[in-house]
């Protein structure tokens, strides 16, 4: 049992900020719905980790971009 508790706005911001296009974000949302809060949790933990590597990877292609500019 997860010691976290996932709300639904903390799950419509993450599907709102989300890339991907509104039918998907739909889709998504129904998804959710479906899942009990341990799978929510880790949900929201992959989709920390795939943001942060998101980030970072864009940091890097910055920096390589300055590099070579």
Partial sequence: MSKYIISDSALKTIIDNSPIDDNQKKQL?????SLDNDQRVQLMLLLRDI????DQKNQELETVSRLFS
């Fill in 29 to 33: 949302a129904e998804d959710i719905e």
């Fill in 51 to 54: 943001y942060a590597l998101e």
